[in-house]
């Protein structure tokens, strides 16, 4: 059998070539080729039917045919030899590679049959068009994307579809970023030179190699993930994938860097869902920024961030809380951009900010670690008096707390016999006018435009007991027309107050007919039973305006008077009772005499008698006048009681002065006991109905 003929029986069919075999009585079709004498003594090789020399690879092909444009041969000798993509590849990557000349499945018809290794079918399902001579797999870039040829056609040889970019994008699409320096990530595959090392056999060779990548390998640099360089390598601090990004990850001149996770969310791997997507990256903002309930807002056809605490979004008087992201020239970044300088009112006009803010500014420069760091540091040092006045010399302040500074606190309900008990002037606590809750100081109510400062006049809320506590349902404060500053910059009016029981007076009123002792009732003796009989109390409360001068009349009746008809017999309140005949009866009157002065009963309050006889031409006829005194005892008048104290001095009604030292009061059936006024010193309870003209009732004080 020559050497031809065993190239004849390669072509023919597989049963022809066994029963050949068979027919030479030898144990395989080598040893009986290397049998006949037409034929080499060497066994035969892989290239003894195919390939050239030692290269198992067509060309030739069988039928002795060496063109690449046969399937035969086609781009055999281009994987079996090294290229400049990577180094040669094995048969066994296309083929099942057989042991001997007959294994099983090694000569039959051709082409001979395709069986796709690891390498090939890696992440991938290859595949084989016989009739177009194309092939899909790994090798060709089958799971990459951006590739210009991944279904390379088996008989092109020139060259063209293994060029750079044919398998996949160079540099890929994104997800992938967009620089061509495919040597800063791929060193070990791709050299500085951005030729692939096909020596180290790191391409194409199942595994994506990659150094140890950083943040900065992709976006940012020289150890920074901010950029500049974006993740497609531009610079340009117009765009926005680059904008702001360095100034804000690094020390600045307000503060320290900002950490990523204020504005994205930071991946833990490379391949974290949402990290390597489409640019620019997603803004999720972080817990400084959304401190104060700021939320935070990017609005990327402006690429404008608002809404975030960093920028000032929670504070007041801000030139510019909405900055731009791509402009980065230090204008949006100076002192006053967030917050102004100094803030407005509530704020006071104070431009040293080190006095309040000790942790930020005490040394007198700005302080980057506790700079927007989401707390407002406020000295804790500071007491009333600080930032304003105490009390500010402006409307009624002075008036209304003539105590020393240092007794000020936020809020207080206290009066004037906790804050100035050897008097000397009043003493409200703050929180009589202003809100009790620390959290309204300094928050920029303006009253409708009226002044820096809340006030808050509402009773509800106000602690048990409290002269707050006593005002009416309706009590407010109406600001003025007219706002005015005051030394520290704090706005302030001359508005009016409402239904503040400071300023108001007892309203008695008795509905029904009062009964008459022997009349309507028999009368058994001092003092007198009264059927029941029905008094009305409530208050009537006087508008004031802050700044005005009061005297005794500007708060309550002076002296406190009732009226016919709606109190009847001036029942329930003995000060004085004007009578159907529009004269005065009870204390007002006296009976001739000098009227009795306040003094006489509220000793504790004023001392000065302030009264005049009734007939130095009074205003209307029979009724009494009475001067206005100053207050002597300023911790016993507005305190929430009619306080009762006899005074010391004699009572001078008549020429014969009455002697009050031992007279008390009885507050548990409001009594006056031992009273020289009252004939006999007979008690009186107050309030008792009281007529001229009834004599039981007129002899009340004098019982004879």
Same mark, same amino acid.
């Given at each position: 059998?020559?050497c031809n003929?065993v190239?004849s029986?390669?072509l023919?069919?597989?049963i022809?070539l066994?029963?050949a075999?068979?027919?030479?009585?030898?144990e395989d079709?080598?040893s009986?080729?290397?049998?006949n004498d037409h034929?080499?003594?060497?066994?035969l090789?892989c290239?003894s039917c195919?390939?050239t020399d030692d290269?198992?690879?067509?060309p030739?092909?069988l039928?002795?045919?060496n063109?690449?444009a046969s399937?035969?041969?086609?781009?055999h000798?281009?994987h079996l030899?090294?290229?400049n993509?990577?180094d040669?590849l094995p048969?066994?990557?296309?083929?099942?590679?057989?042991?001997?000349?007959?294994a099983?499945g090694h000569i039959g018809s051709?082409p001979?049959?395709l069986v796709?290794s690891?390498?090939?079918?890696q992440?991938?399902?290859?595949t084989?068009? /016989?009739?177009a001579?194309?092939c899909t797999?790994y090798?060709h870039?089958a799971t990459l994307?951006?590739g210009?040829?991944t279904?390379p056609v $088996?008989?092109?040889?020139?060259?063209?579809?293994a060029?750079?970019?044919?398998?996949?994008?160079a540099?890929?699409p994104p @997800?992938h970023v967009?620089s061509?320096d495919?040597?800063?990530?791929?060193?070990?595959?791709?050299?500085?030179?951005?030729?692939?090392?096909v020596a180290l056999? %790191?391409?194409?060779?199942?595994?994506?190699?990659?150094?140890?990548l950083?943040c900065d390998s992709?976006?940012g640099g020289?150890?920074?993930a901010?950029p500049?360089?974006?993740?497609?390598g531009q610079?340009? !601090?117009?765009?926005?994938t680059?904008?702001a990004?360095?100034?804000?990850l690094? +020390?600045g001149?307000?503060r /320290?860097?900002?950490a990523?996770?204020e504005c994205?969310?930071v991946?833990?791997?490379?391949?974290d869902?949402?990290h390597?997507?489409a640019?620019?990256?997603?803004?999720? $903002?972080?817990?400084l920024?959304?401190t104060?309930?700021a939320t935070g807002?990017?609005?990327?056809t402006?690429?404008?961030?608002?809404?975030?605490?960093?920028?000032?979004v929670?504070?007041?008087g801000?030139?510019?809380?909405?900055?731009?992201?791509?402009?980065?020239?230090?204008s949006?970044?100076?002192c006053g951009?967030?917050h102004g300088?100094?803030p407005? @009112?509530?704020?006071p006009?104070n431009?040293n900010?080190?006095?309040?803010?000790?942790?930020?500014?005490?040394s007198?420069?700005?302080? %980057?670690?506790t700079? =927007?760091?989401?707390i407002?540091?406020v000295?804790g040092? %500071?007491?009333?008096?600080?930032c304003?006045?105490? &009390?500010?010399?402006t409307?009624?302040?002075l008036i209304?707390?003539?105590a020393? !500074?240092t007794d000020?606190?936020?809020?207080?309900?206290a009066?004037?016999?906790d804050?100035?008990p050897g008097?000397?002037g009043?003493?409200?606590?703050c929180?009589?006018c202003?809100?009790?809750d620390?959290?309204?100081h300094g928050?920029?109510v303006? *009253?409708?435009?009226g002044g820096?400062?809340? =006030?808050?006049?509402?009773?509800?809320?106000?602690p048990?007991?409290?002269?707050k506590s006593?005002?009416g349902p309706?009590?407010?404060?109406?600001?003025?027309?007219?706002?005015?500053?005051?030394?520290d910059?704090?706005?302030?009016t001359?508005?009016?107050?409402?239904e503040?029981?400071?300023?108001s007076?007892?309203?008695?009123?008795?509905?029904?007919p009062?009964?008459?002792p022997?009349a309507?009732?028999p009368f058994t003796g001092? &003092?007198i039973?009264y059927?029941?009989?029905?008094?009305?109390l409530?208050r009537?409360?006087?508008?004031?305006?802050?700044g005005?001068?009061?005297s005794?009349d500007?708060?309550?009746g002076? &002296?406190?008077r009732?009226?016919d008809?709606?109190v %009847?017999?001036?029942a329930?309140d003995?000060h004085?009772?004007?009578?159907?005949s529009?004269?005065e009866n009870?204390?007002?009157?006296s009976?001739g005499a000098?009227p =009795?002065?306040?003094a006489?009963c509220?000793? +504790?309050?004023?001392?000065d008698?302030?009264?005049r006889?009734r007939? !130095?031409?009074?205003?209307?006829?029979g009724?009494?006048v009475?001067?206005p005194v100053? =207050?002597?005892?300023?911790?016993?008048h507005? *305190?929430?009681?009619?306080?009762?104290?006899?005074?010391?001095d &004699?009572?001078m009604?008549t020429s014969?002065?009455?002697?009050?030292?031992?007279?008390?009061?009885e507050?548990?059936?409001r009594?006056c006991?031992?009273?020289?006024?009252?004939? *006999?010193d007979t008690p009186?309870?107050w309030?008792?109905p009281?007529?001229?003209?009834?004599?039981?009732e007129?002899?009340?004080?004098h019982?004879?």
């Amino acid at each position: 059998m020559t050497c031809n003929s065993v190239r004849s029986a390669v072509l023919s069919a597989s049963i022809v070539l066994a029963a050949a075999m068979v027919g030479t009585g030898c144990e395989d079709f080598s040893s009986a080729l290397q049998d006949n004498d037409h034929c080499d003594a060497t066994p035969l090789a892989c290239t003894s039917c195919h390939g050239t020399d030692d290269d198992p690879a067509p060309p030739n092909d069988l039928d002795g045919s060496n063109s690449t444009a046969s399937t035969g041969v086609g781009a055999h000798q281009s994987h079996l030899s090294d290229g400049n993509l990577r180094d040669a590849l094995p048969c066994e990557s296309c083929h099942v590679v057989p042991t001997s000349i007959t294994a099983a499945g090694h000569i039959g018809s051709r082409p001979a049959e395709l069986v796709w290794s690891s390498l090939a079918s890696q992440d991938a399902t290859p595949t084989w068009d /016989r009739a177009a001579n194309t092939c899909t797999n790994y090798c060709h870039g089958a799971t990459l994307s951006g590739g210009s040829n991944t279904t390379p056609v $088996w008989t092109v040889v020139d060259g063209s579809q293994a060029a750079c970019g044919t398998c996949h994008g160079a540099p890929p699409p994104p @997800p992938h970023v967009a620089s061509t320096d495919c040597h800063a990530c791929h060193p070990g595959t791709v050299n500085a030179a951005g030729d692939i090392d096909v020596a180290l056999g %790191l391409h194409i060779n199942g595994t994506v190699e990659t150094n140890a990548l950083a943040c900065d390998s992709c976006h940012g640099g020289g150890g920074s993930a901010a950029p500049p360089v974006d993740t497609a390598g531009q610079s340009g !601090t117009d765009l926005v994938t680059v904008g702001a990004h360095r100034s804000h990850l690094q +020390d600045g001149s307000f503060r /320290r860097a900002v950490a990523c996770d204020e504005c994205h969310v930071v991946p833990q791997s490379l391949g974290d869902v949402g990290h390597v997507d489409a640019a620019p990256a997603e803004v999720t $903002w972080g817990p400084l920024a959304t401190t104060d309930g700021a939320t935070g807002a990017w609005d990327r056809t402006t690429a404008t961030c608002g809404d975030a605490y960093c920028h000032g979004v929670t504070l007041s008087g801000g030139s510019n809380t909405t900055p731009q992201w791509t402009v980065v020239n230090g204008s949006q970044a100076v002192c006053g951009s967030c917050h102004g300088i100094h803030p407005p @009112p509530p704020h006071p006009a104070n431009y040293n900010c080190g006095l309040c803010h000790v942790e930020t500014m005490g040394s007198g420069s700005l302080n %980057l670690d506790t700079h =927007i760091d989401g707390i407002l540091q406020v000295s804790g040092s %500071l007491q009333c008096g600080s930032c304003h006045e105490v &009390p500010p010399a402006t409307g009624s302040h002075l008036i209304h707390y003539a105590a020393a !500074t240092t007794d000020a606190t936020y809020g207080s309900t206290a009066g004037t016999a906790d804050l100035l008990p050897g008097g000397g002037g009043y003493a409200f606590g703050c929180g009589n006018c202003h809100p009790t809750d620390p959290a309204h100081h300094g928050n920029g109510v303006s *009253n409708s435009g009226g002044g820096s400062a809340e =006030i808050d006049l509402s009773a509800a809320g106000a602690p048990a007991g409290s002269l707050k506590s006593l005002n009416g349902p309706g009590a407010s404060y109406a600001p003025g027309a007219s706002v005015s500053t005051d030394s520290d910059g704090l706005d302030y009016t001359h508005g009016t107050c409402s239904e503040v029981y400071c300023h108001s007076s007892k309203v008695v009123e008795t509905p029904g007919p009062i009964p008459e002792p022997d009349a309507d009732f028999p009368f058994t003796g001092y &003092p007198i039973t009264y059927p029941a009989y029905t008094v009305n109390l409530s208050r009537a409360y006087h508008d004031v305006t802050w700044g005005d001068s009061l005297s005794c009349d500007g708060c309550h009746g002076f &002296p406190p008077r009732t009226y016919d008809a709606t109190v %009847l017999a001036g029942a329930g309140d003995s000060h004085s009772f004007i009578d159907a005949s529009g004269y005065e009866n009870l204390h007002g009157y006296s009976h001739g005499a000098a009227p =009795i002065p306040c003094a006489a009963c509220h000793f +504790d309050v004023v001392t000065d008698p302030g009264v005049r006889y009734r007939d !130095t031409t009074p205003p209307t006829a029979g009724w009494s006048v009475y001067e206005p005194v100053p =207050i002597a005892g300023h911790p016993n008048h507005v *305190n929430g009681t009619a306080d009762v104290a006899f005074t010391t001095d &004699p009572v001078m009604m008549t020429s014969n002065p009455f002697d009050l030292s031992g007279a008390t009061w009885e507050s548990s059936n409001r009594s006056c006991v031992n009273v020289s006024c009252h004939f *006999n010193d007979t008690p009186v309870v107050w309030g008792t109905p009281y007529r001229y003209n009834v004599t039981i009732e007129c002899n009340v004080c004098h019982q004879f």
